[in-house]
């Protein structure tokens, strides 16, 4: 540049009076080339620099023209201007015009050449816009979008002016804004609530461009309050729709330290856990295979770490959590309860950040890292644990030798290619290992790859292409020198899924969505091999499962005027159960075992042996009282053609996942529910009361004892029945001020009826009765309370109805020994729980230049030291029934964490 | 770009993860009684025996016999094999038979209110033999040595079964302070007279031979193993410095060939009774039986079991099992010299201390004292350190083979 300058200057005064003509065939190139070609022909020279020039080429054909014509048509639609020096010598220059001397009059508006005074602006570079044109007008247009600088995302209703002249303007719900400046020097700024300001200093020649990309102010402690969905809770048509951002739940007190966005969400009125040490939820009385566990598109089968005290979900690199639990939108299917959909981060493509956390039990870091300036970046997140001295600190002598660690990687990539077309990929994988029984060693583990293609077409239609991959694995690995029945068994479900989702704003009336969905599923149900030299064990290999679901689903939004909206939903359920395949054939209305087997047919690779349909419906609507009150109503029907198999009280993560045959069939759920929702003061406090009736056909139950594991013959073990749940959910939100969290109450009966003609096949007499996971009173408050911008206060308490067991009633002596007779099923219950945890959290200073942020985290988790039972189950030892509590944590456990962002 | 010192990995913690598990008293619901039946018939040939109980509560102790009650089982060929009621609730069939193979049985009980169980039919299984039994040095999971008594079956050509153990173990056992001589009483008001005796033979040598049947269910099946045969299946865990195998132990095992019903009956009695896993609970419920009552819904507890049945005995030597190592006896002979008392004859209030003793002491000896004063004549020591009958008889059993 300096160069080019020096030249510039020593020419400046050498003027060119007469051009020669010149003869040029341009063809299919570049500006670079177009003036390499002419300094090849020619005598002239150019100065320029190499990165002013774009790719764009260009054919034409020049015969007998005036290099100023050729130049003039190379560089029109350029800010590029060009000075010929005596017949010699091209200088390119952008934006700026050189004057061939500085009185050179330009135009009778006389306007004033800019002046820069560089001194003063130093902080910021001077953008020059547009091409100078030696007509000038008094006006231009300068015009550019806004966009969040880590999202990507445009931002609406940013106000975009120039402080001194008193002009301004607002951002479109596109990002977009247009602006009429003078001629000359202008400082633009820009301005929006929760994000920095952004100043540029320019100088504007011609109508141009400008974009911003602001970012979010560093840490802001105050609210960022966006009124845009001030009052969503109350104008959102659909009923049962949790969004929980990653950001909001950081002041929740922690359990071992781990910031886990599943947690919170237990602490909603419509979702339960077992407890402490189970996996799943439970969502309005539904089992815990009935959940969908999306992470970004792609299913997770397990999202739990350490026997579910913590959530597999990096929650560092998640955004947000959306979790359906009323009206499951057309889109998703495949569950009848609920869908948890939780999207990672979009990567940073400006800047190299990333963020670290430390706990007692886990580290965790994660980074962005741009690839492609604006256009691509990565996410990488990594969390492990340290060791198993975790485990090493319990005093119990059965626990000694066990062993736990787990670890979970996910990376994300986005690419945007322009304006219509991005391309997400994300990566995920877990692994757990544990070994409680000190001769057998657990593992699992979830992979899981998706890729999404979004395409706009254009302002009213736009397109996701989904295509992803899950797997989940577990294997049992026991080894005993001394015997011959080591072994190891394996487990695997692998699906792929292809989705087209499709979105089509017809008007304002209509807004569509509709695509179709192809899921394969693959299981291998599970193989065991001898292990050990002396193993004798018989390798077993039970046939794998295949099928095939097909989807087809539409829905509508519509808005029948601003008080009345209805979401009207279908969707189109084929299922192929494919071979190869035996499939056993029992005699008609008897229980099902090896004596009442008819036959076995035998089905050769992809035969469809059985076809299942269902048209499930997902219908609400929304009716506005006033603007902060509205009444919502759905009714929706749904199909579920896997299931998880487990005949424990609680989910483990060896339970299997077990395809729909001939002999088992699809489940099916209907829900029926309606709420108030109330908003006060905007959106400061939101209130809602949301009742609900499910039903329930086909749920599986397990006859008494069955082994479920590495069973040929499972259907014989398996009963299904009826299944209903109702409750009421109360929740209160105070969404701002010092004090602010939520309250929620819900009252809810989970019950389940197992009839059938023959006693073994027969539960509790046929009656309904509760589920395992049936649990009345459910009351949960989260508060936080913000002393000063560094400090706050967080408190976590919950109480629950104990969990139903079956329990002994009396006892006999068989063979020397004494055993139980047991109640009827889930008669009684366990004690009830409660636990009441406390945090404080301290923001590291806050100046804004320092390079890391932290952010400090004392937690207590169970304050009261409630020893809340989590199992009770009776022993016989020496010939005695003994009885037995067990719980998780019964003290208070003390955690710190220090997490900083860089 | 610029990746800092990231390197402020600092961090502080305090935890304790405790995982209790403590017991509780089961509270009492609704009593039920149940008729609870013990039926087990076998290819032995001899008087099979029925227990028929009730259930009680749980806090009660012993067992309601259940009395009265007419017991027979019939084989297909219409056969009826009665039995009758020897002691409350235990039956005993009034001739000696035993199952044969490939023939069905069924059992039949009529309680005295009238109701009727019966049993559905049940096939004897095939027979399978021990091979042998034979003792491993093993350390458990807390690290502690272990005898293991293990035992092979006789591999055999069919499919694969379903086994079951019970054992009878016999321990020979040694009174750290026996003497020949004890202490007679002549006169056991005043003047109290005692007088020392040579014991009889039935006292013994001071060897005790005890025995204790075991009280869980072993259960082990060869039906997912390449070939029929019970390997180096263990049966008893022993700790290495217990006192059962002190000096020589003989344990008598019974290996049950049981029908699947039976085993899967065993096995669900088992996993109810003896959860394996703190973080997950079986559901439990009850037993389905293979004795159906006539009055429906009514649960029975129990099964009737036909299986075949095969015994050995073996012995071993405390040296076959660890050479080097030593027991520890069932009292400790500091514990022996503590209890040693020189009681007077009569004491200053005319009691006889000497006499009251007897109940719990046995004669150790006479104190060294040459010239002993003559109303404390005799040493004595605790009965369980000069006697070990509490253990089992000082006589050998018929089967004792040294």
Aim: proline share 4%; charged share 20%.
């Amino acid at each position: 540049m300096k160069k080019i300058l020096l030249i510039l200057c020593m020419l400046l005064f050498w003027s060119v009076s007469s051009q020669e003509t010149i003869s040029l065939e341009v063809n299919n190139l570049n500006k670079k080339e177009v003036i390499q070609l002419i300094e090849k022909k020619t005598n002239y020279h150019f100065f320029f620099i190499d990165s002013w020039l774009d790719k764009k080429t260009i054919t034409n054909s020049f015969i007998d023209v005036k290099i100023s014509q050729i130049l003039d048509t190379i560089f029109k639609e350029t800010s590029i201007n060009y000075f010929i020096l005596e017949s010699k010598y091209i200088v390119l220059t952008k934006n700026n015009l050189i004057k061939k001397s500085v009185y050179e009059s330009i135009n009778k508006d006389s306007i004033i050449t800019v002046l820069v005074d560089n001194k003063t602006n130093s902080e910021n570079q001077i953008k020059k816009i547009g091409k100078e044109k030696t007509l000038k007008q008094k006006t231009y247009i300068l015009s550019g979008t806004v966009i969040n600088y880590k999202t990507g995302t445009p931002i609406e209703g940013v106000t975009i002016f120039e402080r001194e002249k008193n002009i301004y303007t607002t951002t479109n719900n596109k990002g977009y804004y247009k602006i009429k400046l003078p001629y000359g020097k202008n400082r633009i700024e820009t301005s929006f609530v929760g994000f920095d300001s952004q100043i540029e200093d320019l100088i504007l020649y011609n109508n141009g461009k400008l974009n911003f990309s602001i970012s979010e102010k560093a840490e802001q402690l105050d609210e960022v309050i966006i009124d845009a969905n001030r009052n969503r809770n109350v104008k959102q048509t659909i009923a049962g729709i949790t969004q929980i951002k990653a950001q909001e739940i950081k002041n929740i007190p922690l359990v071992l330290g781990e910031r886990d966005i599943l947690k919170v969400a237990i602490t909603l009125p419509s979702i339960k856990s077992t407890g402490e040490g189970s996996e799943g939820v439970n969502v309005r009385g539904g089992k815990v295979d009935q959940n969908l566990f999306l992470l970004d598109n792609g299913v997770i089968y397990n999202p739990s770490h350490f026997l579910g005290l913590f959530s597999a979900i990096n929650p560092f690199t998640t955004n947000n959590l959306k979790i359906y639990t009323g009206n499951i939108p057309a889109e998703y299917g495949g569950r009848l309860s609920s869908v948890f959909d939780i999207k990672t981060s979009t990567p940073n493509t400006k800047k190299f950040t990333g963020e670290a956390s430390i706990g007692p039990v886990t580290g965790n870091v994660n980074i962005d890292i741009p690839i492609v300036k604006e256009k691509s970046g990565l996410i990488l997140g990594v969390r492990s644990t340290y060791s198993d001295w975790l485990l090493g600190l319990v005093d119990n002598p059965d626990i000694e030798n066990s062993s736990v660690s787990f670890y979970d990687v996910i990376a994300k990539y986005k690419h945007t290619f322009n304006d219509k077309n991005n391309l997400k990929v994300t990566g995920y994988f877990s692994e757990d290992q544990y070994q409680i029984a000190s001769d057998t060693i657990n593992k699992y583990g979830n992979s899981l790859v998706s890729l999404n293609w979004q395409h706009k077409f254009n302002d009213k239609n736009r397109g996701d292409l989904i295509l992803s991959n899950s797997n989940y694995t577990f294997n049992i690995d026991y080894e005993s020198q001394n015997t011959n029945k080591g072994f190891n068994l394996k487990y695997k479900i692998n699906e792929t899924d292809l989705k087209l989702n499709m979105k089509y704003d017809h008007s304002d009336t209509h807004h569509f969505t509709y695509g179709l969905e192809s899921k394969l599923y693959n299981i291998t149900p599970g193989s065991i091999a001898p292990n050990g030299a002396t193993s004798e064990v018989v390798p077993l290999n039970i046939p794998k499962e295949k099928a095939l679901e097909n989807s087809l689903f539409v829905s509508d939004e519509i808005k029948v005027n601003k008080k009345l909206n209805f979401n009207v939903g279908l969707r189109f359920n084929q299922y192929l159960a494919l071979g190869p395949s035996d499939q056993r054939v029992y005699q008609d209305g008897v229980p099902k075992n090896e004596s009442t087997l008819i036959n076995t047919v035998t089905h050769n690779n992809n035969d469809i042996f059985k076809t299942y349909h269902g048209l499930a419906y997902r219908l609400s609507g929304r009716y506005s009282l006033d603007k902060s009150l509205s009444i919502k109503a759905s009714y929706n029907k749904s199909f579920q053609y896997i299931h998880r198999l487990n005949n424990n009280t609680t989910a483990t993560p060896i339970d299997t996942w077990r395809l729909s045959d001939a002999n088992i069939k699809p489940q099916e759920g209907s829900q029926i529910s309606l709420g108030i929702f109330k908003n006060i003061e905007g959106n400061k406090y939101e209130l809602s009361v949301e009742s609900y009736y499910k039903r329930y056909e086909n749920l599986l139950d397990y006859k008494v004892g069955a082994n479920l594991l590495l069973n040929e013959n499972i259907e014989t073990e398996i009963i299904q029945g009826k299944g209903k749940s109702y409750g009421v959910e109360f929740l209160a939100k105070k969404n701002k001020g010092k004090l602010n969290g939520w309250l929620g109450y819900s009252y809810s009966r989970s019950l389940i009826q197992l009839n059938s003609k023959f006693t073994e096949e027969t539960v509790n007499n046929g009656i309904f009765f509760p589920t395992n996971y049936d649990k009345p009173h459910d009351f949960s408050a989260v508060l936080n309370y913000k002393f000063t911008k560094r400090y706050s206060f967080s408190t976590n308490f919950t109480y629950q109805t104990g969990r139903p067991i079956t329990y002994p009633t009396g006892k006999y002596t068989f063979q020397g020994s004494e055993f139980l007779t047991y109640s009827n099923r889930n008669q009684f219950r366990i004690p009830d729980y409660y636990r009441l945890d406390i945090g404080i959290n301290i923001e590291g200073n806050h100046k804004i230049k320092k390079f890391a942020h932290s952010f400090w985290n004392i937690s207590i988790y169970n304050v009261l030291g409630r020893n809340n039972p989590y199992s009770v189950y009776f022993e016989t030892v020496n010939g005695n029934v003994k009885a037995f509590k067990s719980s998780i944590f019964s003290v208070p456990i003390p955690t710190i964490t220090y997490n900083f962002k860089f | 770009m610029k990746l800092k010192k990231n390197n402020l990995w600092f961090y502080f913690t305090i935890l304790v993860l405790t995982s209790c598990v403590e017991t509780f008293e089961i509270e009492d619901t609704t009593p039920e009684s149940n008729l609870v039946i013990e039926a087990i018939l076998t290819d032995e040939l001899k008087n099979h025996t029925i227990k028929l109980s009730r259930t009680t509560t749980i806090d009660a102790t012993g067992i309601i016999p259940e009395k009265n009650a007419s017991v027979s089982i019939s084989d297909e060929s219409s056969t009826v094999y009665d039995f009758q009621e020897i002691e409350d609730g235990i039956f005993r069939s009034i001739s000696s038979f035993s199952a044969e193979l490939n023939k069905t049985y069924t059992l039949t009980i009529i309680t005295n209110d009238g109701n009727k169980y019966t049993s559905t039919p049940e096939k004897l299984p095939s027979k399978s033999d021990i091979e042998n039994i034979f003792i491993t040095v093993e350390e458990n999971d807390l690290g502690e040595p272990e005898a293991i008594i293990k035992t092979n079956s006789v591999s055999s050509n069919s499919e694969g079964q379903y086994y079951r153990y019970e054992y009878d173990e016999t321990f020979k056992v040694r009174a750290p302070v026996w003497r020949t001589k004890k202490i007679n009483i002549i006169s056991d008001t005043p003047p109290y007279q005692f007088e020392i005796i040579n014991k009889p033979p039935e006292d013994g040598i001071g060897f005790c031979y005890g025995t204790k049947s075991s009280k869980n269910i072993i259960l082990t099946e060869t039906k997912t193993l390449s070939q029929d045969k019970v390997l180096e299946f263990p049966v008893r865990y022993i700790p290495i410095e217990n006192y059962l195998i002190g000096i020589r132990y003989s344990i008598f095992l019974k290996q049950y060939v049981l029908n699947k019903n039976t085993y899967d009956y065993y096995q669900l009695l088992n996993k109810f009774s003896d959860p394996d896993d703190i973080f997950s609970q079986t559901q439990v419920g009850n037993i389905p039986s293979n004795i159906i009552s006539s009055r429906s819904g009514e649960k029975v507890i129990g099964f009737f079991e036909v299986s075949t049945i095969t015994q050995k005995r073996v012995f071993f030597n405390r040296s076959d099992i660890t050479p080097d190592k030593d027991y520890t006896n069932y009292v400790s002979v500091s514990e022996c010299t503590n209890s040693l008392i020189q009681p007077q004859i009569v004491n200053s209030l005319g009691q006889s201390p000497l006499l009251n003793l007897l109940s719990t002491h046995v004669f150790q000896g006479f104190p060294e004292d040459p010239n002993p004063p003559p109303n404390i004549p005799y040493i004595l020591v605790a009965r369980v350190c000069g006697e070990c009958t509490h253990i089992g008889p000082p006589l050998k059993p018929d089967f004792w083979i040294d």
